[in-house]
């Protein structure tokens, strides 16, 4: 892969500037960086990781539809982190279907929902806080709300 990467890299050092953005938006950067991109999804342990969260998720959508219990319990968390929650949205059709399905991904989005209207609420308050005529006021579950917020959006998961 290295020396793919540097030919590749040396055959775009050759070329005018222009030729290697490319006249039709940025092809040729493009290009580079789906090359890049191809070399780089080859690690083993980000395949392991994708492997087994891949099985995480099925073992999810199978109690969903298999457990009787599962689907109000799941109805009572709080979601996912954005990178599983689209990754969810992604293999529930592969093992979902009909009534199930659709009672899956509705319960999901509600709760990814909810999950962000409850985040911006506590940001929100957080914010309100710094006002003086709050000082007294109870902080509630705002007093980590950016940072929980924050690692919501990068897709890492919160409590």
């Known amino acids: 892969h290295a020396k793919r990467m540097k030919d590749a890299a040396a055959e775009e050092a050759g070329k005018p500037i222009f030729k290697r953005i490319g006249g039709n938006k940025g092809a040729g950067v493009a290009e580079a960086a789906k090359q890049i991109s191809e ?3 080859k690690c083993v342990m980000c395949e392991r990781l994708a492997d087994n969260m ?11 539809k ?5 689907p109000k319990l799941f109805a009572q968390s709080k979601g996912m982190c954005l990178k599983h929650y689209r990754e969810a949205l992604t293999l529930a059709p592969k093992h979902l279907s009909g009534d199930v399905l659709k009672q899956f991904v509705d319960t999901l989005v509600d709760l990814e929902v909810a999950n962000f209207e409850r985040l911006e609420k506590e940001v929100e308050w957080f914010t309100l806080k710094f006002d003086y005529k ?3 006021k109870p902080w509630g579950n705002s007093r980590d709300a950016v940072k929980r917020g924050v690692n919501k959006l990068r897709e890492q998961i919160i409590d």
């Open 39 to 41: 070399i780089s999804g």
């Open 54 to 64: 891949e099985r995480y998720i099925y073992t999810i959508l199978y109690m969903y």
């Open 66 to 70: 298999h457990e009787a219990e599962f």
């Open 134 to 136: 709050n000082e007294d």
